[in-house]
């Protein structure tokens, strides 16, 4: 299985959309602080995830998130996750 998913910063609430085989494992990656682009955010949770059975379809997945648009579907798709309280 392939998993695309969306993680939510708790220090200032931006998003990271990522790809892998194991999203418990790769969750903690995050948090110790081991990925470059993600430990200057820390802490993370996980907020959304896609599960595929074939890689390619997780990869376009995944890089079409990471566009204008699928950052506009991610945050349609989530508008009552990402509220943040005041």
């Not at 059975?53 to 998130?65: G, P, S, V």
């Not at 699928?70 to 005041?86: N, P, Y």
């Amino acid at each position: 299985m392939y998993f695309v998913y969306v993680l939510q910063s708790e220090q200032n609430h931006q998003l990271y959309v990522g790809y892998t085989t194991n999203l418990k494992q790769r969750l903690a990656t995050h948090n110790k602080g081991s990925v470059t682009s993600t430990k200057s955010r820390r802490p993370w949770k996980m907020i959304f995830a896609e599960i595929y059975t074939h890689q390619k379809d997780a990869l376009r997945r995944e890089k079409y998130f990471k566009t204008t648009p699928g950052k506009g579907a991610i945050k349609h798709m989530l508008r009552e996750t990402l509220k943040i309280d005041v």
